[in-house]
């Protein structure tokens, strides 16, 4: 059987950028070598068993987090700093890393912390128009090319063997719908949960950061013996 450290890394190097309308650009950081390198080392860190863990699932990278480092939610600074894990991209941080780091050093540190969770997200790649990060809802053509893409790659994210009690989804509310409706029809989840997304709190709620991160603890430890 092969370790969730194997299976990741296997699913993020075969992953093919999907096509998409002219003025949109992929964020696809995984053919560098230097990014799948990282990627390996963080994996083999943290997941280099076969324990059971709870998926949570963002949108979509963005182009200063896991569009550099290739692992969500982990900018440069929170790589190096948080995970031990060196590498050539300098000290970069993006406000997302920085709440989810915040809250997985309140959790225990990021061993405990990973070896309960892994976090994905609902597109593995990400997306840019005009210079700026964009889901892959905020846009209809982008949505409609990049959905069997987004399936495909869920189907695949959800044989790995996460637990099936619940997912936890981050991000707004189309997020939540798009996942929920995906779970209505292949029952891969007993439940789905909501949480804030990390930039949103850093941007518009920074003062209930501490608010939002037990929040968070809160909904982590729901049902856990």
Request: proline content about 6%; charged content about 20%.
């Amino acid at each position: 059987m092969k370790t969730f450290a194997q299976q990741l890394i296997q699913f993020y190097r075969q992953l093919k950028a999907p096509s998409v309308p002219k003025y949109i650009q992929v964020l696809h950081p995984q053919p560098d070598h230097q990014v799948m390198e990282t990627m390996q080392k963080f994996f083999q860190k943290f997941y280099n068993d076969n324990n059971p863990r709870r998926l949570m699932l963002g949108i979509n990278p963005g182009r200063f987090g896991a569009g550099i480092t290739g692992v969500n939610f982990t900018a440069p600074k929170q790589m190096k700093q948080n995970c031990g894990i060196d590498h050539p991209w300098g000290n970069g941080t993006e406000l997302s890393a920085e709440f989810i780091y915040e809250m997985i050093t309140a959790y225990g540190g990021p061993t405990a912390f990973y070896a309960d969770h892994f976090i994905g997200a609902v597109c593995p790649l990400g997306f840019i128009k005009a210079g700026k990060n964009i889901n892959y809802y905020d846009d209809q053509h982008l949505q409609q090319a990049a959905t069997p893409f987004i399936i495909d790659t869920l189907q695949q994210q959800l044989k790995m063997g996460f637990d099936g009690d619940i997912c936890f989804c981050i991000g707004g509310e189309k997020n939540y719908r798009f996942l929920s409706a995906f779970n209505e029809k292949h029952n891969f989840f007993q439940q789905i949960v909501p949480l804030a997304h990390p930039r949103f709190i850093m941007q518009y709620r920074r003062k209930k950061k501490g608010e939002y991160i037990k929040e968070w603890l809160q909904a982590l430890k729901m049902n856990r013996v």
